[in-house]
């Protein structure tokens, strides 16, 4: 079970395992900005004043003309080799509802300026300028409702759209992305956001090698531990039943007389010990006592087991029996 856990633990580490990851293939980015040039006499702005982004409206009688440049970008995640065509157009619609349940009824387009055709590498950018009028793009949208004898206003948006051609990454790619901004033309004035940027990932799925982690050996690992646990406490069993029964008595009889080395001495019973009054003594313990009460040391007889005392014609003895091994 130890070997078998270690190979599994070793193969679910070592081995490649892959998971699909989402990634950005590429980024288009597109910006609007704007300003308008003051062209007419009027009581609040000298002529030549060129009014800049973000006011609340516009005026007819002001700065009819409205001067924007669009930029558009690609960011490849390695390499971009494309022809890029960006071409401006007025979207006039006659435009029924809201969100999903919206419906357009009528569409008009108009050309604003020229298309422009560049090549762009990975990082380059393509930057298309037009001017609008913007009181004679709301006379052709009036002109095209009044034909048509709707009566709803129309919605006007600017509209550039970028057809692209080439590799990405090393890959073909075809596409067409319109970047759109709505122009609120009222009566007297026209309105423009002020959110003019957009920005749009491409994303493709690669295999990633995953890195192993503690949770994919988690199970062998659990197993090979266990192995070891008991391996480790069957090792320490089977050298103890192996262990002569004999010798562990012996070392018991060792430790039992430890505690008394000190006050025993090696020798041998006298020959004439029945003519001695014999006591005798329940322990070892008892009879260093008593040989200390007496000022006499213990002795010991290794050949028979005996440990004893000879006071005033007394025999104090404690008997341990041998084992066939020290007989």
């Given at each position: 079970?130890?070997?078998?856990?270690?190979?599994?633990?070793?193969?679910?580490?070592?081995?490649?395992?892959?998971?699909?990851?989402?990634?950005?293939?590429?980024?288009?980015?597109?910006n609007y900005t704007y300003s308008a040039s003051v062209t007419e006499l009027n009581p609040l702005y000298p002529e030549g004043t060129r009014l800049e982004m973000g006011k609340p409206?516009?005026?007819?009688?002001?700065?009819?003309?409205?001067?924007?440049?669009?930029?558009?970008?690609?960011?490849?995640?390695?390499?971009?080799?494309?022809?890029?065509?960006?071409?401006?157009?007025?979207?006039?619609?006659?435009?029924?509802?809201?969100?999903?349940?919206?419906?357009?009824?009528?569409?008009?387009?108009?050309?604003?300026?020229?298309?422009?055709?560049?090549?762009m590498k990975n990082g380059d950018t393509l930057t298309s300028d037009f001017t609008l009028d913007v009181p004679e793009t709301q006379l052709k949208a009036k002109a095209v409702q009044?034909?048509?004898?709707?009566?709803?206003?129309?919605?006007?948006?600017?509209?550039?759209?970028?057809?692209?051609?080439?590799?990405?990454?090393?890959?073909?790619?075809?596409?067409?992305?319109?970047?759109?901004?709505?122009?609120?033309?009222?009566?007297?004035?026209?309105?423009?956001?002020?959110?003019?940027?957009?920005?749009?990932?491409?994303?493709?799925?690669?295999?990633?090698?995953?890195?192993?982690?503690?949770?994919?050996?988690?199970?062998?690992?659990?197993?090979?531990?266990?192995?070891?646990?008991?391996?480790?406490?069957?090792?320490?069993?089977?050298?103890?039943?192996?262990?002569?029964?004999?010798y562990i008595e012996k070392l018991e009889k060792e430790s039992k007389k430890s505690p008394f080395k000190e006050f025993i001495s090696g020798g041998k019973i006298p020959e004439n010990?029945?003519?001695?009054?014999?006591?005798?003594?329940?322990?070892?313990?008892?009879?260093?006592?008593?040989?200390?009460?007496?000022?006499?040391?213990?002795?010991?007889?290794?050949?028979?087991?005996?440990?004893?005392?000879?006071?005033?014609?007394?025999?104090?003895?404690?008997?341990?029996?041998?084992?066939?091994?020290?007989?």
């Open positions: 079970m130890l070997v078998f856990s270690g190979f599994w633990m070793y193969e679910e580490y070592s081995g490649a395992s892959y998971e699909e990851e989402k990634v950005t293939s590429y980024t288009q980015r597109g409206a516009y005026f007819f009688s002001v700065s009819p003309t409205l001067d924007v440049s669009f930029v558009y970008g690609i960011e490849a995640a390695d390499s971009a080799d494309l022809n890029v065509e960006a071409e401006t157009m007025i979207v006039a619609s006659g435009k029924e509802g809201s969100g999903e349940e919206q419906k357009i009824f009528w569409q008009k387009k108009f050309q604003v300026g020229d298309s422009k055709t560049v090549k009044d034909q048509l004898n709707y009566s709803s206003d129309p919605t006007i948006e600017i509209v550039t759209t970028i057809n692209y051609e080439g590799q990405i990454n090393g890959e073909n790619v075809k596409g067409t992305k319109n970047f759109a901004i709505p122009v609120n033309i009222v009566s007297t004035y026209y309105q423009m956001p002020a959110e003019l940027g957009f920005s749009e990932d491409t994303y493709k799925n690669v295999k990633v090698k995953k890195d192993p982690s503690i949770s994919t050996i988690k199970f062998p690992l659990l197993l090979f531990l266990l192995s070891t646990v008991l391996v480790g406490a069957f090792i320490p069993v089977r050298k103890m039943s192996k262990v002569d029964p004999e010990r029945n003519s001695l009054l014999k006591v005798e003594i329940s322990s070892l313990e008892d009879l260093v006592d008593a040989a200390a009460d007496m000022n006499e040391r213990v002795i010991h007889d290794a050949g028979s087991g005996e440990y004893f005392i000879i006071h005033n014609g007394a025999l104090y003895i404690f008997f341990d029996a041998p084992s066939e091994e020290e007989c």
